[in-house]
């Protein structure tokens, strides 16, 4: 037939016409006054859960704000601990502790993390049982409680094969352990989600795996993976309990450093002083809660700057 | 990809020069310049219970103050966990609010640490209603009767011989079974350390919740360390407490002179052998003790006895050798 | 690369016998070295697997030297630190499947409809404002979140509810709440992402052939990422089972055998059993404290149950596209 023909005007053609018309409006029918009503509702339905999410936010933020407020000074950021005069002390040493084992941890969980991930899904052939395994691994070490990390991390960081001592790398690394099940799951998810097309046709132009893969389908991923290592840092650092048991102290004068010497973080600090009854310590515990905020903002910033930038790139 | 590169090269040499660069700058909290001549320097490492660290930190504070050269941290790992470190020889000075335990001791004996039981603050047990409770004092026994193992007490009015009792559901508090508090106080209330009624609102980590139920609830009862109920006084009531001879407050003075019993104990630190070599140790124990009072008092606590001090004195000049 | 004989790419030709090599001219040893290292990567998670296994292993034989099997997992007595110690771990495997319940319940669909608002409804600005804000929650240290939840939130659901039981400041209906809260970004970030990801064309299509947004968002756009949102989940579930600092404030300690229907109790989750005995006063090396790892093992085991499961479920329902 050619183009502008019609079709014959039998019964049966009709037949089909109604047919087609009605198989495409029972499954993705236009919109009718009823069906856009519906869409109204779903749309407020979704409005509703983003800001049950934001209220919900903006009420903690709200909450530590109005506790810390009498507190909230420069001298926050730059006095050290001190439990003689807990009104002018400070957050020094627990805000410096945190950039060393958060850095540590960045620095652990991406190369790691990511390179578990391409081997899951771009090398590993499923059919073996021992990439099953591994994927199994991964999953379950997700639910890992913190705390179990911290007997980890005493058992064999700090004493045991790696004998790192109770210092700020070993902080690093026992909740680089504990995050990195979810940088591989959130970057599995990215890769997997790059079209095959793109590797396949880098392959048939001559691309060795690698090549493609670095060139081609990490690219495509980075958006996703920064998804999974913001969602991973945003873990670690709000964690108290496992460090406490790998050796952060909780009163620490002098500045950290990587490997030696005693080590505090934002989270040890905030719990201990939020369990002590004088009153002048909840609020420092409030004030220090939005000194956390501060510096998760700032770490944050950066890693969404730059996923904005590569979804861009490549959306 | 490239472009990621440079920045995160250039971030990771940043690190790294602040690692290395990190302990070059000592700055102390107070930066107190004055006290000179002061030639001890060293790194002490106190670890142990998150009761006595209120403690062992202005005493750290103080101490390094005066001693700019020396470093003392302090964590709180708990005293079991502070012991363990001990014994594994990773501290040098272990926080306690118990006496050790023969575990623990047969821990320490086998990697060869000698350590020495000193005092550095007095605590008053202290057992709390609501204000408008018109209870004041009770017993041991009544006290017994409440917490005990096998006790079946719901209500005050079912306490037996006790006055004034108001006509209110018991609602108990009590704190972490895992913390010194409970075993001190069950140990001294129904003989046997653990011994206690398990039907009761345990608030764990956190005291303060004890204030919140049981200011918050009529027929409420709870107990925890002195420190809780100096901050606290005016939304809770302390009982008194008869041990045998008559209904004792808890004061500083009652703890002291031993009249609150059995609810007085005292909270320790334990120094190691091999630590009180370095003389920078040896120094911040004699220094803790001597201002011990002092601090003890600020920090919520109750100060030592003079015998207290000389006996922990004692204590130390011998272990030091 | 160096020029080869076209035919040698060629199509299977039985008849001429030349089967295509599509290997590559010389041996890339580069290529091997790049596959050991990222299996190597990927072997560091059973390395940790094997430790935790290790670490956990022998205390809790010894734990179950002492106390019975039976006893430990039927009883319905959680009192492991008092004088007359029972054993029995229900209570506080009860608290835990409670929290994590109600947690979902909130995290799940909230999660999940904010996913499908980024993702489909949300203006590029917008998204970019919202997706990064929200994360922020996630980062809020459970301590904080913990303390919120105690001092604000507990206050506030007796004055909105107050026809419901409520006693003492803990209640595990509150803490499961606040977990929620904070694991929505989880849930919401990995779903975005994941629906992002499912090609333009299939929305195209659907909205060429007249569907509303609702319609594309709901039975195109979902259905095709629910391997990424089963992911979320999952990875949602795994953190609220294992939360320890949020219920061991919120929650309260004492272990309750309850319903998760009785939302207004005092519970203690396994994870808190573990976070406040650990660092608590107990002595290492006493029956007492090798509970930590025998409540420890038990949490893997489940989870890893649980993982099972999630991974055959997400394998049935994937769906390839290209």
Redesign the interface.
């Given at each position: 037939m050619a183009a502008g023909d019609r079709a014959p005007d039998t019964a049966r053609a009709r037949l089909a016409v109604a047919g087609a018309r009605a198989g495409t409006a029972a499954t993705l029918g236009r919109t009718d006054r009823g069906e856009r009503a519906r869409g109204l509702i779903f749309l407020a339905l979704l409005v509703l859960a983003v800001t049950f999410a934001l209220t919900g936010l903006g009420a903690l933020l709200v909450w530590a704000g109005i506790e810390g407020a009498p507190r909230l000074s420069l001298e926050l950021f730059t006095a050290g601990p001190s439990s003689l005069s807990p009104e002018t002390a400070g957050y020094r040493t627990a805000i410096l502790g945190t950039l060393y084992v958060i850095g540590g941890v960045i620095l652990l969980i991406v190369p790691i993390g990511v390179g578990a991930a391409i081997y899951l899904e771009e090398y590993a052939d499923r059919r073996h049982w021992w990439n099953r395994f591994v994927e199994l691994n991964v999953q379950n070490l997700a639910g890992v409680p913190s705390i179990v990390y911290g007997i980890l991390g005493l058992a064999f960081i700090v004493r045991g094969p790696a004998s790192f001592g109770f210092v700020a790398a070993a902080g690093s690394a026992t909740l680089a352990l504990l995050v990195l099940p979810t940088v591989i799951l959130a970057s599995r998810e990215a890769i997997r989600a790059v079209p095959s097309s793109v590797r396949e046709g880098a392959l048939a132009l001559g691309a060795t795996q690698w090549q493609t893969i670095r060139r081609q389908v990490l690219p495509a991923a980075i958006p996703g993976v920064l998804t999974g290592v913001i969602l991973a840092v945003a873990r670690a650092i709000g964690e108290a309990a496992p460090l406490l048991l790998v050796g952060a102290v909780t009163f620490v004068t002098v500045d950290p450093s990587f490997f030696e010497g005693g080590y505090s973080t934002l989270p040890v600090q905030i719990f201990n002083y939020a369990t002590r009854p004088q009153e002048v310590f909840q609020v420092l515990a409030a004030a220090g809660v939005i000194v956390m905020l501060v510096v998760l903002l700032a770490m944050n910033s950066f890693a969404i700057w730059l996923r904005n930038r590569y979804e861009r790139q490549f959306s | 990809m490239r472009k990621l590169l440079v920045p995160a090269v250039f971030v990771a040499l940043a690190i790294g020069v602040a690692a290395c660069g990190g302990d070059d700058n000592d700055s102390n909290a107070a930066g107190n310049a004055g006290s000179g001549g002061s030639s001890l320097s060293g790194t002490i490492r106190i670890d142990g219970s998150s009761t006595v660290a209120p403690l062992s930190e202005p005493a750290a504070e103080l101490f390094m103050q005066e001693n700019p050269g020396v470093t003392v941290t302090v964590g709180t790992s708990g005293t079991g966990g502070g012991f363990e470190k001990f014994c594994a020889g990773e501290t040098d000075i272990s926080d306690a609010s118990r006496e050790i335990k023969e575990e623990e001791a047969a821990a320490c004996k086998s990697s060869g640490i000698a350590y020495e039981e000193v005092s550095v603050a007095n605590d008053a047990l202290t057992v709390v209603v609501n204000p408008q409770n018109p209870v004041e004092c009770m017993t041991v026994e009544q006290v017994a009767q409440v917490w005990g193992p096998k006790s079946k007490v719901s209500s005050w009015s079912d306490i037996d011989g006790l006055e004034d009792a108001p006509d209110a559901e018991l609602d108990l508090y009590g704190p972490g079974t895992d913390s010194g508090t409970f075993d001190y106080f069950t140990d001294a209330i129904n003989g046997e350390e653990g011994a206690q009624r398990t039907d009761y609102n345990n608030v764990g980590e956190d005291d303060n919740s004890t204030v919140t139920g049981v200011s918050g609830s009529e027929g409420g009862m709870g107990y925890f360390g002195y420190s809780f109920f100096v901050e606290n006084q005016d939304s809770l009531k302390a009982l008194e407490i008869d041990g045998g001879d008559g209904c004792v407050a808890p004061t500083a003075e009652n703890t002291q002179d031993g009249s609150y019993t059995p609810l007085g104990r005292q909270l320790f630190v334990y120094p190691s052998d091999q630590a009180l070599q370095r003389p920078e140790v040896l120094a911040f124990i004699e220094f803790y003790i001597e201002n011990a009072s002092a601090i003890a008092e600020q920090a919520g606590f109750i100060g030592l006895t003079d015998e207290q001090v000389t006996e922990a004195q004692e204590k130390v000049a011998g272990l030091a050798g | 690369?160096a020029a080869r004989d076209v035919t040698a790419f060629g199509p299977r030709t039985g008849a001429t016998g030349s089967r295509p090599r599509l290997e590559?001219v010389s041996p890339?040893y580069?290529?091997k070295v790049?596959?050991a290292?990222?299996?190597?990567?990927?072997?560091?998670?059973?390395a940790?697997?094997t430790?935790?296994v290790v670490?956990?292993i022998v205390p809790t034989v010894g734990f179950f030297g002492e106390v019975p099997f039976a006893d430990f997992l039927f009883g319905t007595?959680w009192?492991p630190?008092?004088?007359?110690?029972t054993f029995g771990v229900l209570p506080i495997v009860a608290g835990t499947i409670t929290v994590t319940f109600w947690a979902l319940l909130v995290a799940v669909?909230?999660?999940l409809?904010?996913a499908?608002?980024?993702a489909e409804?949300a203006p590029p600005r917008v998204r970019?404002t919202?997706?990064?804000?929200?994360?922020?929650?996630?980062?809020?240290?459970?301590?904080?979140?913990g303390?919120?939840a105690?001092?604000?939130m507990r206050p506030l659901l007796e004055d909105v509810l107050p026809f419901l039981p409520w006693?003492?400041?803990?209640a595990v209906g509150v803490a499961g709440v606040a977990v929620g809260?904070m694991i929505?970004?989880?849930v919401?970030?990995?779903s975005d992402?994941?629906m992002?990801?499912v090609?333009g064309g299939l929305r195209e299509g659907?909205y060429a052939?007249?569907?509303?947004?609702?319609?594309v968002a709901?039975?195109v756009v979902l259905p095709a990422a629910i391997?990424?949102i089963v992911?979320a989940v999952?990875?949602a579930?795994?953190?609220a089972?294992?939360?320890?600092?949020i219920v061991?404030?919120a929650a309260?300690?004492?272990p309750t055998l309850s319903g998760p229907w009785e939302l207004t109790q005092?519970v203690?989750t396994?994870?808190?059993f573990?976070?406040?005995?650990?660092?608590?006063?107990?002595?290492?090396?006493?029956i007492?404290?090798d509970t930590?790892?025998a409540v420890?093992a038990l949490?893997?085991a489940m989870?890893?149950v649980?993982?099972?499961l999630?991974?055959r479920l997400v394998r049935r329902f994937r769906e390839v596209?290209?």
């Amino acid at each position: 037939m050619a183009a502008g023909d019609r079709a014959p005007d039998t019964a049966r053609a009709r037949l089909a016409v109604a047919g087609a018309r009605a198989g495409t409006a029972a499954t993705l029918g236009r919109t009718d006054r009823g069906e856009r009503a519906r869409g109204l509702i779903f749309l407020a339905l979704l409005v509703l859960a983003v800001t049950f999410a934001l209220t919900g936010l903006g009420a903690l933020l709200v909450w530590a704000g109005i506790e810390g407020a009498p507190r909230l000074s420069l001298e926050l950021f730059t006095a050290g601990p001190s439990s003689l005069s807990p009104e002018t002390a400070g957050y020094r040493t627990a805000i410096l502790g945190t950039l060393y084992v958060i850095g540590g941890v960045i620095l652990l969980i991406v190369p790691i993390g990511v390179g578990a991930a391409i081997y899951l899904e771009e090398y590993a052939d499923r059919r073996h049982w021992w990439n099953r395994f591994v994927e199994l691994n991964v999953q379950n070490l997700a639910g890992v409680p913190s705390i179990v990390y911290g007997i980890l991390g005493l058992a064999f960081i700090v004493r045991g094969p790696a004998s790192f001592g109770f210092v700020a790398a070993a902080g690093s690394a026992t909740l680089a352990l504990l995050v990195l099940p979810t940088v591989i799951l959130a970057s599995r998810e990215a890769i997997r989600a790059v079209p095959s097309s793109v590797r396949e046709g880098a392959l048939a132009l001559g691309a060795t795996q690698w090549q493609t893969i670095r060139r081609q389908v990490l690219p495509a991923a980075i958006p996703g993976v920064l998804t999974g290592v913001i969602l991973a840092v945003a873990r670690a650092i709000g964690e108290a309990a496992p460090l406490l048991l790998v050796g952060a102290v909780t009163f620490v004068t002098v500045d950290p450093s990587f490997f030696e010497g005693g080590y505090s973080t934002l989270p040890v600090q905030i719990f201990n002083y939020a369990t002590r009854p004088q009153e002048v310590f909840q609020v420092l515990a409030a004030a220090g809660v939005i000194v956390m905020l501060v510096v998760l903002l700032a770490m944050n910033s950066f890693a969404i700057w730059l996923r904005n930038r590569y979804e861009r790139q490549f959306s | 990809m490239r472009k990621l590169l440079v920045p995160a090269v250039f971030v990771a040499l940043a690190i790294g020069v602040a690692a290395c660069g990190g302990d070059d700058n000592d700055s102390n909290a107070a930066g107190n310049a004055g006290s000179g001549g002061s030639s001890l320097s060293g790194t002490i490492r106190i670890d142990g219970s998150s009761t006595v660290a209120p403690l062992s930190e202005p005493a750290a504070e103080l101490f390094m103050q005066e001693n700019p050269g020396v470093t003392v941290t302090v964590g709180t790992s708990g005293t079991g966990g502070g012991f363990e470190k001990f014994c594994a020889g990773e501290t040098d000075i272990s926080d306690a609010s118990r006496e050790i335990k023969e575990e623990e001791a047969a821990a320490c004996k086998s990697s060869g640490i000698a350590y020495e039981e000193v005092s550095v603050a007095n605590d008053a047990l202290t057992v709390v209603v609501n204000p408008q409770n018109p209870v004041e004092c009770m017993t041991v026994e009544q006290v017994a009767q409440v917490w005990g193992p096998k006790s079946k007490v719901s209500s005050w009015s079912d306490i037996d011989g006790l006055e004034d009792a108001p006509d209110a559901e018991l609602d108990l508090y009590g704190p972490g079974t895992d913390s010194g508090t409970f075993d001190y106080f069950t140990d001294a209330i129904n003989g046997e350390e653990g011994a206690q009624r398990t039907d009761y609102n345990n608030v764990g980590e956190d005291d303060n919740s004890t204030v919140t139920g049981v200011s918050g609830s009529e027929g409420g009862m709870g107990y925890f360390g002195y420190s809780f109920f100096v901050e606290n006084q005016d939304s809770l009531k302390a009982l008194e407490i008869d041990g045998g001879d008559g209904c004792v407050a808890p004061t500083a003075e009652n703890t002291q002179d031993g009249s609150y019993t059995p609810l007085g104990r005292q909270l320790f630190v334990y120094p190691s052998d091999q630590a009180l070599q370095r003389p920078e140790v040896l120094a911040f124990i004699e220094f803790y003790i001597e201002n011990a009072s002092a601090i003890a008092e600020q920090a919520g606590f109750i100060g030592l006895t003079d015998e207290q001090v000389t006996e922990a004195q004692e204590k130390v000049a011998g272990l030091a050798g | 690369m160096a020029a080869r004989d076209v035919t040698a790419f060629g199509p299977r030709t039985g008849a001429t016998g030349s089967r295509p090599r599509l290997e590559a001219v010389s041996p890339r040893y580069g290529e091997k070295v790049v596959f050991a290292l990222l299996a190597l990567c990927a072997a560091i998670s059973v390395a940790t697997t094997t430790a935790i296994v290790v670490s956990l292993i022998v205390p809790t034989v010894g734990f179950f030297g002492e106390v019975p099997f039976a006893d430990f997992l039927f009883g319905t007595d959680w009192a492991p630190t008092f004088a007359d110690a029972t054993f029995g771990v229900l209570p506080i495997v009860a608290g835990t499947i409670t929290v994590t319940f109600w947690a979902l319940l909130v995290a799940v669909p909230v999660g999940l409809l904010t996913a499908i608002y980024l993702a489909e409804y949300a203006p590029p600005r917008v998204r970019r404002t919202i997706k990064p804000v929200l994360e922020v929650l996630e980062g809020v240290p459970t301590v904080a979140i913990g303390l919120f939840a105690l001092y604000f939130m507990r206050p506030l659901l007796e004055d909105v509810l107050p026809f419901l039981p409520w006693q003492g400041p803990f209640a595990v209906g509150v803490a499961g709440v606040a977990v929620g809260l904070m694991i929505v970004p989880l849930v919401s970030s990995v779903s975005d992402d994941a629906m992002r990801a499912v090609p333009g064309g299939l929305r195209e299509g659907a909205y060429a052939l007249g569907a509303s947004k609702m319609k594309v968002a709901g039975r195109v756009v979902l259905p095709a990422a629910i391997s990424g949102i089963v992911a979320a989940v999952v990875l949602a579930a795994s953190r609220a089972i294992g939360e320890t600092m949020i219920v061991l404030i919120a929650a309260g300690s004492t272990p309750t055998l309850s319903g998760p229907w009785e939302l207004t109790q005092s519970v203690q989750t396994m994870t808190a059993f573990i976070g406040t005995t650990a660092t608590g006063d107990i002595a290492t090396g006493t029956i007492t404290y090798d509970t930590i790892f025998a409540v420890g093992a038990l949490l893997f085991a489940m989870t890893l149950v649980m993982n099972m499961l999630a991974i055959r479920l997400v394998r049935r329902f994937r769906e390839v596209y290209e």
